[in-house]
């Protein structure tokens, strides 16, 4: 394989249309597909810019007895560059949301800080502010 590029990240859901709610309003995030309309099977895509999410609906019976985070192999967090925290965490906070104390990254990143919070489905969710590469 040359070149790749992702196309988009998974999650199953306890509730999708809770979730797509979720990361349209404090991400930006916008539905650009429906698989399966109608159907007890239906899923979507979300886009922001070139990153997809796909929510799926999970088996309440699994869900009853989990929830979404780390996991000892695999999965570990999403993360989103914001330009500021304090509104973010505002508005996370607004939604009955209480984010970790913020880190300050400032001597590994100059001007960055990062706060880590779970969303409503236990997913770890990372913002970064003023986070750039080595190179």
């Avoid at 249309?17 to 979507?44: D, L, M, V, Y």
């Amino acid at each position: 394989m040359s070149s790749a590029a992702v196309n988009h990240i998974a999650f199953f859901c306890r509730d999708v249309a809770a979730q797509e709610e979720f990361f349209c309003k404090h991400f930006g995030f916008q539905r650009s597909r429906t698989f399966n309309a109608g159907q007890p099977n239906e899923f979507i895509m979300l886009r922001l810019g070139s990153v997809r999410l796909e929510l799926f609906p999970t088996d309440p019976v699994k869900a009853a007895e989990n929830k979404g985070g780390e996991q000892p192999i695999g999965f570990r967090h999403l993360a989103f560059d914001v330009e500021k925290l304090e509104p973010a965490i505002q508005s996370l906070r607004e939604e009955g949301i209480e984010p970790d104390p913020i880190i300050d990254n400032r001597k590994v990143i100059p001007g960055s800080r990062i706060v880590f919070f779970r969303d409503h489905e236990g997913n770890i969710i990372e913002l970064m502010e003023g986070y750039r590469d080595e190179k």
